[in-house]
């Protein structure tokens, strides 16, 4: 049976330690295999493509450029290829986003990336919250309702389309989570550092 | 809603966690790598590491440690402890630390913080402050405290958000290592003039304290002695807050 191919993109954007760690240990002998993407790629060999990110919006965009993964990465989700954007990784997904400077995004799914704007607030948005499930999905399945995962984010997804949210969490305000078009998938949080039921999402996307 | 954070601190030298109160009769609590494990398994919601005598055949072995550690808990993991450079906190990172924390190297050269959080994100870089009363101001202070140095806590602490910090880990040197609880009212003074999250340490020594401390707005609370001797679990910490209406991941 052919494997298949799970890639994993080094944006130069925090490190994919524990990301590495997550899926090597949800693959262990199954038949897939995982690939570490740092540069210029075939986008059609790859069956999921997993892009981890911190740091800034405008930091993330320019290394995906300068590394030559933006392009095959844009026509890979243009195509509704299987991807799941982890913090920053899910937020390039959106048009555009404001943090360092405005910077035009991926354009998967339509929305803007704009800070939390309470003055009361303890920015960044930074520890464990829980997640409010608005549509249960093949990676969020109903034990992970109301069930915490860490954060650490200045930044959410703005104006988005709300067919495109699968679940939404409070700080301050309510904001997407997790968000869904097609095949793509977006988390604002980090499910590699979410402990078990960081890791129960994980395997879900890989598996499923 | 936003969770406090109940943080476990390993004090590291090499490999092992020790405990010594002013760096004086040091006593080994046990393996880090072991500790790390167990803590991040007992619900701990991140874990800190701070290498506590940073000399250069020492850090070695203790890069080495937070590899191993990295590797074994699923929970962010903050180290720091002798980070004098960019190259420091470079090489934390890439051994598998989620953030570094930066003492003082920052007091000494506080352009290191915006440069540190240009590079790698304000998310991962966290201040550690040691503040300490001296003729009724409070001060910051280096060296575990032995050295008093000319600047106002208040005016740093909001120098380093400005400078870009994601985090302070704030330790009151009056408090620290007695356990009658943390220094409340310098914790209240920061929280009530900075906007990014403040961790509390220093002085926990009974569950009462954890209460108080989260009473000063601090959001991650964090204790070594009353984890490593076993007096609490971890577990029984976020029973006691839960009851007591403080929201929690348990």
Redesign the interface.
Known sequence: MKKKVIGLIDGQSGNIGSINKAIKEIIKGRPYQLKIIRGEFDYSLFNKIILPGQGAYATLISNLKKLKIYKPLKIYLENNCSYLGICVGMQILSDQGYEERTTKGLGIIAGEIKKFKSKKLIIPHMGWNSIRLKKEDSIITNNLDNKDFYFVHSYIFQNINKSNVLANTHYGKKFPSIIKKGNIYGVQFHPEKSHKYGLNLIKNYILK | ?????IIPCLDVIKNKVVKGVNFKNIKVMGNAVEMARYY?LSGA??LCMLDINASYQNRKTFIKTVEAI??VI???LTVGGGVSGLDDITDL??A?A?KVSINSAAVKNPKLIRQASLK?????IVVAIDGKRHENRMKVVVKGGREITKKELIVWAKQVQSLGA??ILMTSMDTDGVQNGFDSSMLKKVTSNV???VIASGGVGNLEHFYLGHLTKS??LLAASVFHSGKYKIKSVKKYLKNKGVPV?L
Do not use: V
């Not at chain 2, 809603?1 to 954070?5: A, E, N, P, S």
């Not at chain 2, 790698?120 to 991962?124: E, T």
């Open positions: 809603m936003l969770k406090t954070r991040s919601d991140e990295a590797k699923n929970i962010p990172l890439n598998g989620d790698h994100g304000s998310q991962c994601g985090e906007s990014i999250p959001t991650g991941r």
